[in-house]
């Protein structure tokens, strides 16, 4: 079967920043240690006031679209995932085509255009949607462009006020990618939940600590599925990790959990169990809490081992770095975690061609899916890091009283006051209903 996978990766960031160490925990009157030690966060991406999911879904695509020289009439779909849509009918593709179409040389007339809805999982299952049609042989040889954009904003005062973020990913899906191959294979692990949801509200109702409980159990579930397929996988098998991230510390955790999963039986807990022993099993057990302090006891000891730390150095830390700067992207976050982990490849000069990455995605409500990606030859010239930096260090930086009023902008209840912090320059920008999101 021919491979598909990803062919470019371009993000637009909200050209707003705020600093948490600086600017919010002194407000909050925290220990700025609580945002970048304690969940791992140092910024927060948020939209300026002409920026919305359409222009930020829009400015990403139009880089990818540049940057690969995709004629529109090559591009049979168009799918984007957000959790932050305003249309109940008509999806956010078909604004950001029209946008798009108002500045390129084409139209998408054929293309299929779609929105996905799972929480921040979607902007996955768009990208298997986006396989499956291509494997299936439906494509007639044209790409997909897919799209994750959201403007994640929580109640003021809530505690995920200070996981926010505002962005978007564009990925250009292809036979013969190159960057990465997708799987075929997959897990799954999804459970009816109440801890994350936005019934006709703008903001979530969130628990916060148990949407984290939640986050951890679909992915260990999701891992077991996949291995049903796959066959038990083992810490050497993956060059880098790249999960769902919602900051930076989620993952920290899930990390010690899966590679605890995964040395299971393995040469490594024999080589560890002169160190810190073996780790319990629940069938030696007849009591449930009795078997959870003691794996609980097992995984702290676990992290203080040097094999665990040179594997979560080498294989999770990298895929952290882009999360900490801009905040949670909810359906975009682990392509970003999947893009921090090429960009530090390619600075570091790593040989990654024909190596796998493990993908977990993750969507409050809930579903958890895992999947491999094989890195192809060529991937480097793909991946442009610099970019990256340069779009996030021209982010305009608001103080805490300017991101008060950046927050009611951003309140669909409102109305629409903000005086722009920044010019746009040739950029999609929000003009009202109507024709909307010019680029100027
Ligand atoms: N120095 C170092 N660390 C510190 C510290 C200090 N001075 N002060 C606090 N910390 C640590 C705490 O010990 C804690 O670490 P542990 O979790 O390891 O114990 C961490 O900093 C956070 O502190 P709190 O637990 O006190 O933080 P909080 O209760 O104010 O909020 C939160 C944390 C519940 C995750 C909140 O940010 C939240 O509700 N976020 C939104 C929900 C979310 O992101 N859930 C994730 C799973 S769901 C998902 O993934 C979908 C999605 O995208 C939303």
Not at 112 to 136: H, P, Y
Request: glycine residues 8%; contains cysteine.
């Amino acid at each position: 079967m021919t491979a598909v996978g990803i062919d470019g990766i371009e993000i637009w960031s909200g050209k707003l920043s705020l600093d948490l160490p600086e600017e919010f925990a002194p407000v909050m009157d925290d220990d700025p240690e609580k945002y970048t030690k304690g969940l791992g966060l140092f910024q927060s991406s948020f939209p300026d006031a002409y920026e919305d999911i359409v222009t930020m879904a829009a400015n990403a695509a139009y880089r990818l679209i540049e940057r690969k020289d995709i004629d529109p009439a090559d591009v049979g779909r168009i799918d984007v995932a957000t959790e932050s849509a305003f249309d109940k009918s008509k999806p956010v593709s078909t604004y950001v085509a029209g946008a798009l179409e108002r500045v390129l040389d084409g139209e998408f007339r054929h293309a299929n255009k779609g929105e996905r809805k799972f929480a921040c999982i979607s902007g996955t299952q768009a990208l298997n949607d986006a396989m499956n049609w291509i494997a299936a042989g439906r494509n007639r040889g044209r790409g997909a462009i897919v799209i994750a954009t959201d403007t994640a904003l929580y109640e003021r005062g809530d505690p995920g006020e200070a996981t926010q973020g505002a962005g978007a990913v564009a990925m250009y899906v292809t036979e013969d990618p190159s960057i990465v191959e997708l799987s075929m294979e997959q897990g799954f692990g999804s459970v009816d939940e109440t801890d994350f949801l936005k019934p006709n509200q703008q903001f979530p109702s969130v628990d916060g600590k148990r949407s984290m409980q939640v986050y951890l159990a679909r992915m260990r579930e999701a891992l077991e599925d996949f291995e049903s397929v796959t066959g038990k996988s083992h810490p050497e098998d993956y060059r880098f990790i790249p999960f769902h991230t919602p900051f930076p510390n989620m993952v920290r955790k899930a990390a010690v959990l899966g590679y605890r999963h995964m040395i299971r039986d393995t040469d490594i807990e024999d080589e560890l169990a002169a160190e810190i022993g073996r780790q319990p099993r629940p069938e030696e057990y007849e009591d449930d809490e009795a078997f959870s302090e003691d794996i609980q006891a097992y995984m702290d000891a676990l992290s203080e081992t040097e094999a665990y730390r040179e594997w979560y150095e080498r294989t999770i830390e990298p895929t952290l770095d882009i999360s900490s700067r801009v905040g949670n992207w909810y359906t975009s976050s682990v392509h970003l975690a999947r893009l921090s982990a090429l960009i530090y490849a390619k600075r570091e000069g790593i040989d990654l061609a024909g190596e796998t990455l493990l993908v977990g995605s993750y969507g409050s409500g809930a579903q958890a899916e895992i999947h491999e990606e094989r890195v192809v030859e060529g991937w480097e010239s793909e991946i442009d890091g610099d970019s990256v930096d340069e779009l996030l260090a021209a982010r305009h930086p608001i103080t805490f009283e300017e991101y008060e009023r950046v927050h009611d902008q951003h309140n669909h209840a409102k109305e629409k006051t903000l005086e722009p912090f920044t010019a746009p320059e040739g950029e999609f920008v929000f003009d009202g209903w109507g024709p909307m999101n010019e680029r100027q």
